[in-house]
């Protein structure tokens, strides 16, 4: 046991001092980290290979590396989102260096994790909030279509300002949003986009109570967002608490839900596809039946808002290689209702029209049966 601990420790250090000469001319072939038996070895080890690629080839190769082991390692796709902040805080430092960087629909993978650890670098760094709005609009445009870059990258902008923030004000949530939220104002040119920047600091905000540095009230854990009177601010703050709900209800959607019983419709609805969709970010199973029976047991009002967020999350968490293909399998299920199951195609098509490329969206919606090729054309809303 001890001879083996000593091999995995000799092979990280291994990697990690040989740098980019481990690099493979085929990254599809990378296979060197999961040899090593431990998971913090293997994060470790990807987190070095990671950075070797961003060195050596730039920011669209570690994005071929990362589509590459989210399909192969699932140890890996649980915690894509952050490595993709990795990507993010390079790219920024790339960018910040006049160097070119290349962005494609592939910034989307993971939640558009890319732009958020982008954002927080740049404005960690100190910069000024204008060249974040320049940022935003000059990444919209590179990457071109419906994407949603521009709202990702706000969000973005939202993380940054609350992550920058002094922690003597962290046992406070008023005073740890504030400026920020006065920031987003400032920046965002309407509500959707000011609606954006928030859901960053909003999601800071549940990220400290999660890890115990803003004291959380597990009676009325909402209190906080229902105190906001702006509508853009509100609706924000409840869709961003998804991770916290889920955390004091030990992964029960359920019991979860029953926070949102005294909220207005709107905040409801937007609050309940939220929660729905980080579950289904995380969701690595192929069997949606138990899920499907989770949202049924929900309140009438929040079934298929449940239903639809699921869909969402599941898109959410892939990368751009496979994006919509368990969404696409789970709208498919037979275990869904009708109703359930045109909700399902609705919301899986309307987002894949934001995340996909013009042609593989097409592609997409042709090979649907005919009664759901209708929702191809669902517009975008807030």
């Known amino acids: 046991m001890i001879r083996n601990r000593k091999l995995i ?56 590396l990362v589509n590459y082991l989210y399909k192969n390692e699932p140890l890996f796709a649980a915690d894509c989102h952050s490595y993709i902040h990795l990507v993010g805080e390079k790219g920024y430092q790339l960018f910040s260096q006049k160097k070119q960087i290349k962005l494609s629909s592939k910034a989307a993978t993971c ?15 100190g910069k000024d909030i204008k ?13 071109g279509g419906t994407n949603d870059v521009k709202g990702a990258c706000f969000h973005g902008i939202g993380h940054g300002l609350s992550d920058n923030h002094d922690k003597k004000y962290w046992l406070n949530e008023a005073e740890l949003v504030e400026n920020p939220l006065v920031i987003c104002e ?21 990220i400290n109570y999660l890890a115990g540095f803003l004291p959380l009230n597990k009676e009325d854990p909402l209190g906080f967002c229902k105190k906001q009177t702006k509508p853009y601010f509100k609706k924000a703050c409840f869709e961003e608490m998804n991770t916290m709900l889920i955390s004091i209800s030990r992964n029960d959607i359920v019991a979860a839900a029953k ?10 609805a937007s609050a309940m596809r939220s929660l729905a969709s980080v579950v289904g970010m995380s969701f690595r ?25 699921f869909a969402g999350g599941l898109i ?4 751009s290689n496979t994006q919509g293909a368990k969404a696409l399998l789970f709208c498919s299920s037979a275990n869904l209702q009708d109703e359930e199951k045109n909700n399902c195609y609705q919301e899986t098509l309307r987002l894949l029209s934001i995340y996909l490329p013009a042609k593989r969206y097409q592609n997409v919606c042709n090979r649907l049966d005919e009664k759901y090729q209708n929702y191809c054309d669902y517009e975008k809303t807030l």
């Not at 060249?131 to 990457?143: I, L, S």
């Not at 309407?190 to 960053?200: H, V």
């Not at 959410?316 to 990368?319: A, D, H, L, Q, V």
Request: net charge negative; proline share 1%.
């Open 111 to 125: 939640g558009y994790g890319f732009y958020h650890g982008f954002m927080e670098t740049l404005l960690i760094a």
């Open 9 to 64: 420790i000799l092979m990280v250090l291994v990697i990690l001092a040989l740098g980019i000469y481990l690099i493979p001319a085929n990254l599809g072939k990378s296979d060197y980290c999961n040899k090593l038996s431990e998971a913090t070895s293997k994060k470790q080890c990807w987190e070095q290979v990671l950075e070797n690629v961003l060195n050596a080839k730039g920011v669209d190769a570690a994005f071929d």
């Open 316 to 319: 959410e968490g892939e990368t």
């Open 186 to 206: 400032i920046v965002g040119e309407d509500d959707y986009m000011i609606n954006r920047c928030a859901s960053g600091v909003f999601n800071v905000m549940a």
């Open 259 to 268: 926070y949102l019983d005294d909220l207005e419709d709107q905040y409801a």
């Open 131 to 143: 060249e974040a709005g320049q940022f935003c609009d000059w990444a919209q445009n590179q990457v």
């Open 285 to 309: 199973d192929t069997d949606y039946s138990s899920q499907i029976q989770n949202c049924r047991r929900l309140p009438s009002r929040l079934r298929i808002l449940c239903i639809r967020g």
